[in-house]
């Protein structure tokens, strides 16, 4: 099974009931953890009719550069927008301030477990039709992959995404694959685990990552990356480049209908989104310590892998 349906969820109607209760809350937890996907048919937190439609008249120009529109929620600041919208940015702000709001308030009580030691990474808005973007490869997300931040090393934490589904006519189309243990498994070793381990005796290595911290203690900002997120943009990439891995897997194809949301640990389930357009989400890092089973993280499941440790 690929995704779960939370039926039985209706907001805020038996929001008292003990439907958050601390079981509950970690059965969907545990879930996730598993690979599963979260799919809530109707969206579970307050999103205004006035905030959609003025998302959905938005038409986003320069589309090879500017992926999405993101929000900063600890700072208040939106990026990626063109110029074309500049003077709408104000109310998108607002928009996505909004959003951002609601969607963790409501996530902090559906996945309890998890919002003591999580943070707020950034949200987005995607205003493109992503069938038939013409992006570069390791930028395509048509292709299988699963997610690593270049600019933003987690060091083992999970990468947890809601997605809403704004559009009021059309469903947004993924594809699923085999999870990440079995990709691990069958493709880690041949993506470089090995020898990106192996980098951790590199005092190259060792230097680069000082510099990186001193830089960062002076307000410039270098990715202080762990051999992890060393494996884990590599791994991105590898899984894009790989044609018959992305040709000949097997494929379970995904169509999340208007106004639905779904949460997913999007560093442990593959995913391509095939077509579908006007979708907002919102990103949390979720500790180690939060996780209730840390033997299926993915840092777990490659450490198994090489024997070593990844998180320095
Ligand atoms: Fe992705």
Known sequence: MSWISVNDYHYPVG???????????????QQLEQGQILLFEKTPFELPKEHQEFLLSQRQTD????????????????RGVSSNLAEDSD?????????SIQVTKFLSQFLSPYAQDWSLDFASFRPLEEEGRDLPLHKRNDL????????????GRRILRVFTNINP???????????????????AVEAGLNRIAARALSSKRALSRLTAR???????????????????????????????FQSECPKIRLEFPPHSTWVVFTDGVPHAALSGQ???????????????????????????????????
């Open 15 to 29: 929001w008292e009931d003990g439907f958050d209760s601390d079981d509950r809350a970690k059965w969907y937890c």
């Open 63 to 78: 589309s090879r550069y500017h992926k999405n529109i993101s929000y900063r929620p600890n700072k208040n600041v939106l």
């Open 91 to 99: 109310r998108l702000r607002q928009i996505m301030q909004s959003y």
């Open 144 to 155: 299988l992959h699963v997610d690593a931040f270049p600019s933003r090393p987690t060091r």
């Open 169 to 187: 006519n059309r469903p947004r189309i993924w594809n699923t694959t085999d999870r990440f243990d079995v990709l691990a498994q069958r493709f």
């Open 214 to 244: 001193i830089m960062r203690l002076v307000g410039i900002n270098i990715a202080d990356r762990s051999l992890y997120d060393e494996f884990m943009l590599r791994f991105h990439d590898y899984l894009k480049e790989n044609a018959s």
């Open 278 to 312: 006007f979708a907002l989400e919102h990103t949390y890092i979720v500790s180690m310590n939060a996780l209730l089973s840390k033997h299926k993280a993915p840092i777990s499941v490659l450490e198994a892998i090489c024997g070593r440790p990844l998180s320095v």
